[in-house]
């Protein structure tokens, strides 16, 4: 098993920055590609971000494209989502998940996910 947890979230004005945090710990070792994704109220979830831990390639949703950064910390089991030029419609839940299987590019074209944080609310004010 992966546990995986969130921290980052807040309130921020439009055009703001925040950075989320995801920890990794368990059998992190089984983990090839890591993602984001978030609920807006009302909404379904949606894919942000993802990346390989390989090292080899980031994957964005276009909606956030040039705003957001996803990196990892290998030797702290860490994702980040630095979220720059944030806007009212970013406003979600944001859930850091993990894969066994695939890549980042696998995570973006909807590849299961083995394992879910309880995600970090992200608030933007207009």
């Known amino acids: 098993q992966v546990q995986l947890e969130e921290s980052g979230g807040g309130l921020v004005q439009a055009g703001g920055s925040l950075r989320l945090s995801c920890a990794a710990s368990?059998?992190?070792?089984?983990?090839?590609?890591m993602g984001w994704f978030r609920q807006a109220p009302g909404k379904e979830r949606e894919f942000v971000a993802s990346?390989?831990?390989?090292?080899?390639?980031?994957y964005y949703a276009d909606s956030v494209t040039g705003r957001f950064t996803i990196s990892s910390d290998n030797a702290k089991n860490t994702v980040y989502l630095q979220m720059n030029d944030l806007k009212p419609e970013d406003t979600a839940v944001y859930y850091c998940?993990?894969?066994?299987?695939?890549?980042?590019?696998?995570?973006?074209?909807?590849?299961?996910?083995?394992?879910w944080g309880q995600g970090t609310q992200v608030t933007v004010s207009s």
């Open positions: 998940a993990a894969s066994n299987y695939g890549n980042g590019r696998h995570v973006k074209i909807g590849g299961d996910m083995d394992y």
């Open positions: 368990g059998r992190t070792f089984s983990v090839s590609a």
């Open positions: 990346l390989s831990c390989s090292g080899i390639g980031t």
